[in-house]
């Protein structure tokens, strides 16, 4: 984790960012959407992580702030920064500042069957297994993890 600083995310990134999505993800987020994100939607609080020496964006995750639950839309590291506690950083700060700022006092994110990496990772921070949303991924129909925390 040295030489990287953890910041608010603001609408200058959407650039960087949405790039970071499309080496991430299988079915990426749009620039659009994420300049709605970080431009327009009030209840969108996003975090990430940047290397000091070069600028580059190397890691982001974002929640909705939806009364008193965080709705953890995203979570994304790049593959050569991976391994690093770059993702833990960025999802512990996001559910700190989430209950500081905006009193959040329950998370909920939905994740791939299939990626045990990231749902494992999830439980670190107290998420647990509640239930499936059958094919809710459209592209390849694949089942999606509906995993929530404890209210504190
Ligand atoms: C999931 C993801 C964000 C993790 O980022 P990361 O910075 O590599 O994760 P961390 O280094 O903080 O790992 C924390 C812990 O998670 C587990 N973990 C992370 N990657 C793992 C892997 N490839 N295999 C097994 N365990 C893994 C380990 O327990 C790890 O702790 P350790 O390194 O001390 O053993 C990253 O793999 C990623 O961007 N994946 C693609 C996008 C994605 O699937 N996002 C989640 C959508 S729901």
Known sequence: M???VIRKATEKDVNQIADLDKICFSVPWSEQSFAKELKENNLAFYILAESKETGQIVGYAGVWL???EGHITNVAVHPDFRRKHIGMTIIDVLMKESRKQAGIKTFTLEARKSNTVA???YKKFGFAEVGIRKGYYQ???EDAVIMWTIPL
């Open 2 to 4: 040295s030489g990287i």
């Open 66 to 68: 939806i009364q008193e």
């Open 119 to 121: 749902i494992e990772l």
């Open 139 to 141: 592209e390849n129909k």
